[in-house]
């Protein structure tokens, strides 16, 4: 199998946690499913295509920032009728203040391990490409840097240089997430399947990962 390394940076980026409803709080990183979907994009998949990958995601960024947006929530039939009856008012929608989390100057190393035909089309489609990418928000655009195939080595006892996701058993602390990674699609909706990582910041020890030949850490997960 082969490995692509992408150097991505976006001037902001949100990348939302589940369930987080009335204030968007992003991970400090982008999850698994959200860098797999942009790589799917990039693959030109269909809906009912996947394609198996193994993702290392690390990176820093600037600076956590907040905004404050003014969202519409469209009623549902149920609302209506419930405005009609109590206040004998026709609603449609409604308007709230919101504020959301966005990160600024996102730096990131992505490292994607594939079957090789796999592999080359990410390759080709990026430098041949005209369209551009986005991670996270549909406003969230993504500059690539760098593209280079990258050998692994093994290595322990290391010093990150990145904050990054790490297979939990790999680090003795961090922030502990359960991410969405692959998915199956079932009666047509996608159920994901999660896997427990830490959040580690740079300068944490880990006690085994992977290296490439550009002396870049690789934290695929097992």
Known sequence: MKILKLRLFQETACY??????????????????????????ILCAKSEEYYP????????????????????KFATEK????YKRKYNIDMDATTAPFYTQFLFNVNLIIHVKA???????????????K??????????????????????SDITNVITNH??????????????FRL???YKLKDDLRVFDKVNVRYVEKETQILKCKKDNENDLIFFIK
């Not at 939302?16 to 994009?41: C, D, N, Q, R, W």
């Not at 090789?116 to 041949?128: E, L, P």
């Not at 904050?163 to 502990?176: C, H, L, P």
């Open 16 to 41: 939302k946690k589940p369930f987080a409803f009335k204030f968007e709080e992003t991970y400090p990183l982008p999850p698994y499913s959200t860098v797999i979907g942009m790589l799917h994009k």
């Open 53 to 72: 990958m193994n993702i290392s995601i690390q990176g820093d960024y600037e600076s956590l920032n907040l905004n404050y947006i003014r969202k519409i």
């Open 79 to 82: 609302k209506k009728r419930e």
């Open 115 to 129: 079957e090789d035909d796999i592999i080359d089309k990410i390759y080709n489609n990026i430098i041949s490409g």
């Open 131 to 152: 369209e551009s990418f986005t991670l996270g928000r549909n406003e969230d655009l993504v500059r690539i840097d760098g593209i280079s195939y990258v050998q692994e």
């Open 163 to 176: 904050n990054a996701y790490v297979f939990e058993d790999d680090a003795e602390r961090g922030i502990y």
């Open 180 to 182: 969405n990674y692959n």
